[in-house]
């Protein structure tokens, strides 16, 4: 069965710089979500979108955006990058009527130097 | 906004024992309650969850209970195994209102 694919799978950059990591939901799920987990931490929710419209808000940066286009994959914009930042960032879909079993992709993990 | 705790942090079973954690949520509104498991740098996988309007489920080895009264659900898994050796994240949502707030994780390490 298709899952949830993410790309790229690891990615390294410098600060200040910027970086866009992709999400591809499985088939016909209508909602997707960013998580980022930094070592040894619990899965911080970001942002999630359903049918394309942005529905929920979390602990997204100002400097963090993103978007759910018409093929219902989602990317995620980091700007102005900081070594904070490094992370796994997940993605994770689910479908609605299906009440929240949301199914995470492998994550990509973006390390700033 | 929800906030889940986890308790122990970290657990260390003899293998074929008992394993328990326990989750506390604030949102009285929290209707759904998956249990997730995580081996180092792989993604949550679920492994079981219970919907408010059950108290316990089972499958297999693994079982969860809630308490709605108490705000209070938990992890059980019997006859351990090496195999089970991972973080464990439980975590409350309100279904149609998607996202998942985690508890902070239990470590869970199997002693053969």
């Known amino acids: 069965a298709a899952g949830v694919i993410q790309s790229p799978r690891h990615l390294i950059k410098e600060k200040r710089e910027t970086a866009t990591l992709k999400c591809y939901p499985i088939?016909?799920?209508?909602?997707v979500y960013w998580y980022q987990q930094g070592p040894g931490q619990d899965p911080q929710f970001l942002i999630s979108?359903?049918?394309?419209?942005?529905?929920d808000k979390g602990s997204i940066p100002d400097r963090f955006s993103a978007q759910q286009f018409s093929d219902y994959h989602s990317e995620l914009n980091m700007s102005s990058l900081e070594l904070g930042d490094s992370a796994l960032y997940f993605c994770?879909?689910?479908?609605?009527?299906?009440?929240?079993?949301?199914?995470f992709g492998a994550g990509s993990r973006l390390t700033v130097l | 906004g929800e906030n889940v705790e986890q308790h122990p942090s970290t657990l260390s079973v003899q293998e074929g024992d008992s394993a328990v954690i326990k989750c506390t949520y604030s949102d009285s509104a929290s209707n759904y309650f998956p249990w997730y498991k995580q081996e180092l740098g792989k993604r949550p996988q679920l492994i079981i969850d219970?919907?408010?309007?059950?108290g316990e489920k089972k499958d297999q080895r693994i079982a969860v209970t809630l308490n709605k009264t108490a705000k209070h659900f938990s992890l059980h898994i019997t006859e351990t195994q090496p195999e089970d050796s991972a973080v464990y994240f439980c975590a409350a949502s309100i279904v149609g209102n998607e996202k998942l707030t985690f508890g902070t994780g239990t470590r869970l390490t199997i002693i053969p």
């Open positions: 088939p016909r799920h209508d909602t």
């Open positions: 219970i919907r408010s309007n059950v």
């Open positions: 979108f359903y049918e394309k419209m942005q529905s």
């Open positions: 994770a879909s689910s479908l609605r009527s299906g009440a929240n079993v949301l199914t």
